[in-house]
């Protein structure tokens, strides 16, 4: 079934929604912070995703609850494991604007089986720099679904 089926639930769906407005704040973490101490914040701040900033505050990386699972099982010490040995690496990280749809980004998390992208602003496009600006996750999604049908 194509989505120009004009529903009403794509007319005024996710297709339409904009990142901009269902952005959440990014929770973030220095390149220099250790396993232990990304653990600690993951639990504070109750997310499943850490970005990762370099010292000019631009995305270096991304930390998941397994990248977490599987530096703790591989390490004695997370105090001295710093996280930018475990963490996904720019380029490799899949990011979104704040001007694209959720279903923009909905597509992206199922294509690439993530939970969750930053919301980034572009400094630089030669060498790859972005600074964070916010988070889209599963949850965004399901929150927005939710939503639109009026539940
Ligand atoms: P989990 O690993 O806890 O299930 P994810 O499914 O989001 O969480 O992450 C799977 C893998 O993909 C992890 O290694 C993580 O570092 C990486 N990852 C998570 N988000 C992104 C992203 N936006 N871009 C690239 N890689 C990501």
Redesign the pocket.
């Known amino acids: 079934l194509s989505k120009n089926a004009a529903s009403p639930a794509f007319v005024n769906g996710i297709e339409r929604k904009l990142v901009s407005e269902y952005k959440a704040h990014p929770i973030v973490v220095q390149k220099s912070a250790s396993v232990y101490e990304a653990i600690v914040q993951l639990f504070l701040e109750d997310v ?2 850490l970005y990762v900033v370099d010292e000019n505050g631009h995305l270096a990386g ?6 977490l699972l599987r530096a703790s099982i591989g390490t004695k010490n997370t105090e001295d494991l710093p996280v930018s040995i475990i ?2 690496r720019m380029p ?4 979104i604007g704040q001007n694209e749809t959720l279903h923009d980004a909905a597509r992206k998390m199922i294509d ?7 919301v980034v602003k572009e400094v630089d496009k030669v060498t790859n720099t972005y600074s964070i600006i916010g988070r889209i996750t599963k949850t965004t999604i399901v929150k927005a679904y939710l939503e639109i049908a009026g539940l």
């Open positions: 499943g995703t991304v930390i998941s609850r397994k990248d963490m996904t490799n990280i899949v990011i690439y089986q993530i939970d969750s992208l930053p």
